[in-house]
């Protein structure tokens, strides 16, 4: 299990020194979210991709895939009645597949809550409108080979997709292996009944788990909360886990770097001392 960083927590660095303070500090890769590289990530030259993908390679470590996917570029929504919103987004969405196989990355998480509000009356509408989003970016996903993760979270957060069980009604309902779901373990902390490790042992053997989010309820870092990691790794382990997992803080205090060097010490020493 390769262990990636989200790159906002030391995204005010330079993208090249993200990556080796990502390398040094242990990491075997990066999850960056588009928009901190501008305001439409959909429209990065070949040679800026080129550059990215260099600046990785050159301190060692992977771009293991990409996530906040619709933060950038502006207006998008998945769940908006307007239909030109929509087809935008959907092609936002396609260009993101193919954006993340231009750069050596495996997996991208559909989490971006401000862009799958559901307005107020028309929810089962809105509800409609995004899994058709999620069914359209499918084949594109599968052509470039990487997979298309729906991520659910937390009710304060969003009111459409808050568990892996609705999720999972999406992905079995398109059908095509490229879209899969994932476990933010701070969200799935929230909003799910059951404890983190019982979601792993449940819906790892379904298939649909293709990534995870290694995070505390309280919005921190693996750790720094009362979320227990070690029955988590242990579920993954036993499970014979084989995908990704990101550390993705949301608070970073007392900064972004100090709190990727806390993440990345905490979760390689509990791997290191599981039976």
């Given at each position: 299990m390769r262990i990636s960083l989200c790159n906002e927590v030391i995204a005010e660095l330079p993208f090249q020194r993200q990556c080796e303070v990502a390398a040094a500090l242990g990491y075997d890769g990066l999850e960056p979210a588009p928009f901190t590289w501008s305001e439409d990530p959909t429209r990065l030259s070949s040679a800026e991709i080129a550059s990215l993908r260099r600046a990785a390679a050159d301190?060692?470590?992977?771009?293991?895939?990409?996530?906040?996917?619709?933060?950038?570029?502006?207006?998008l929504s998945i769940t908006s009645a307007d239909a030109a919103v929509?087809?935008?987004?959907?092609?936002?969405?396609?260009?993101?597949?193919?954006l993340c196989a231009e750069l050596g990355g495996k997996i991208l998480v559909h989490g971006s809550p401000d862009?799958?509000?559901?307005s107020p009356g028309d929810e089962e509408n809105g509800r409609k409108r995004g899994a058709e989003c999620f069914a359209a970016v499918a084949d594109t996903a599968r052509d470039a080979g990487v997979t298309y993760c729906i991520e659910?979270?937390?009710?304060?957060?969003?009111?459409?997709?808050?568990?892996?069980?609705?999720?999972?009604?999406?992905v079995r309902a398109v059908g095509n292996p490229?879209?899969?779901?994932?476990?933010d373990c701070s969200?799935?902390?929230?909003?799910?009944?059951?404890?983190?490790?019982?979601?792993?042992?449940?819906?790892?053997?379904?298939?649909?788990?293709?990534?995870?989010?290694?995070?505390?309820?309280?919005?921190?870092?693996?750790?720094?909360?009362?979320?227990?990691?070690?029955?988590?790794?242990?579920?993954?382990?036993?499970?014979?886990?084989?995908?990704?997992?990101?550390i993705?803080?949301?608070v970073y205090e007392p900064d972004g770097p100090t709190c990727a060097a806390r993440g990345i010490g905490y979760i390689r020493g509990i791997l290191q001392a599981l039976p």
């Open positions: 301190a060692g470590i992977a771009i293991t895939g990409l996530h906040y996917l619709m933060k950038a570029p502006a207006g929509r087809a935008r987004s959907i092609e936002a969405m396609r260009r993101y597949c193919g862009q799958r509000v559901l659910p979270l937390a009710r304060k957060q969003t009111a459409f997709i808050n568990t892996i069980a609705e999720a999972a009604a999406i490229a879209l899969r779901t994932m476990v969200a799935a902390g929230q909003a799910e009944s059951q404890p983190v490790d019982a979601l792993v042992r449940r819906w790892l053997p379904t298939g649909m788990i293709a990534h995870m989010h290694f995070n505390d309820p309280n919005r921190r870092g693996p750790g720094e909360g009362d979320l227990a990691f070690a029955p988590i790794l242990a579920a993954l382990r036993d499970g014979g886990y084989r995908g990704d997992a990101s993705e803080p949301f």
